[in-house]
């Protein structure tokens, strides 16, 4: 069966700090990742979705960055946080053959 | 740009009542998502509507899909405190993929 990953569960980073989180899904190949942020007063926004290694397309402007560095690897990262990063990230994933995008347990990032 | 809208934010229901939680979005789309949140925690798939007319139920809850009116419901029948939660819905910005764009979602507390 197919699993995902997300990992630290919560993370508390002073203000610009490096930041990496990392998500893997096991037990399928070739599939869709995104991520997602909840952030107190924006919602649940798409940050980034990529379709394959190397592939990263970006919704919204910010101070993130993402990539895919194997097939079933995603990662999120900054050089330097802000207080405005702070939120719940989510990692997803989709492939074919499915009907919908399936959720990580989610990092749950207070920079301070 | 896609927008979805829900409606209410907030509903505090007493048990045993019956309400509907509605969902509005503002273009075409045949794929409507239903998550639940519990607090600190991340996103509960319930329901994948994939077109028009599409209902579905689990338990106390049936969710509808109406593509030619962007209109989804949730409704909650003879609720029960269990059922406390962050309820969202969520539509495809893109055919063929899960490029998710959430509703602001709705908090539902059920009163013993």
């Known amino acids: 069966s197919q699993t995902i990953h997300q990992w630290p569960a919560t993370l508390v980073q002073p203000v610009g700090s490096p930041l990496s989180l990392e998500c893997t899904v096991e037990g399928t190949s070739n599939p869709n990742l995104y991520w997602y942020r909840q952030a107190a007063g924006r919602g649940l926004q798409l940050l980034f979705y990529?379709?394959?290694?190397?592939?990263i397309s970006s919704e919204v402007p910010q101070n993130l960055s993402a990539s895919r560095p194997q097939d079933r690897q995603f990662i999120l990262s900054s050089k330097k946080l802000l207080l405005s990063d702070s939120g719940f990230y989510l990692c997803?994933?989709?492939?074919?053959?499915?009907?919908?995008?399936?959720f990580g347990q989610g990092t749950r990032l207070t920079v301070v | 740009e896609l927008k979805v809208e829900q409606n209410p934010l907030f509903l505090s229901m007493q048990e045993g009542k019956n309400y509907t939680i509605y969902c509005n979005y503002s273009t075409t789309s045949d794929r409507l998502y239903w998550y639940r949140q519990d607090p600190g925690k991340s996103l509960e798939s319930l329901f994948v509507l994939l077109s028009n007319g599409a209902v579905k139920q689990e338990g106390r809850l049936m969710a509808s899909l109406d593509t030619k009116a962007r209109l989804s419901t949730l409704h909650i029948t003879a609720a029960v405190h269990d059922l406390s939660a962050t309820y969202f819905c969520?539509?495809?910005?893109?055919?063929?993929?899960?490029?998710?764009?959430f509703g602001k979602g709705t908090k539902l507390s059920v009163i013993p």
């Open positions: 997803a994933w989709d492939g074919s053959g499915y009907s919908e995008a399936f």
């Open positions: 969520a539509v495809d910005s893109r055919a063929g993929s899960y490029q998710l764009t």
């Open positions: 990529s379709v394959g290694i190397g592939q």
